[in-house]
Nanobody, 113 residues
């Protein structure tokens, strides 16, 4: 069974940085569109960023210029570098493989103001 495994979440002060990782063994990673989504308490899950197999990226307006999505196809891993974090970035962050439809279990990011 394919499982996406996120790591790197935690508690950080506003203005700080975190880097999330998502390992995706067992899928044809090189062709996958990988994405990061987040869900805050009481809110719907929303798109944060996506990256195609060739490296084309897309970001939600709320994170542009602060977050960077990247991937290492040799390691079947996608990353999300989050800088200048704000309290409103607090959420559970999920990794997604769009073509395969797989999701990770989520990792909590909490930003204290």
């Amino acid at each position: 069974q394919v499982r996406l495994v996120e790591s790197g979440g935690g508690l950080v002060q506003a203005g700080g940085s975190l880097k999330l990782s998502c390992a995706a063994p067992g899928i044809i990673f090189g062709i996958e569109v990988m994405g990061w989504y987040r869900q805050a308490p009481g809110k719907q899950r929303e798109l944060v960023a996506t990256i195609t197999g060739s490296g084309r990226t897309n970001y939600a307006d709320s994170v542009k210029d602060r977050f960077t999505i990247s991937r290492d196809n040799a390691k079947n891993t996608v990353y999300l570098q989050m800088n200048s974090l704000k309290a409103e970035d607090t959420a559970v962050y999920y990794c997604n493989a769009k073509l395969s439809g797989y999701w990770g279990q989520g990792t909590q990011v909490t930003v204290s103001s």
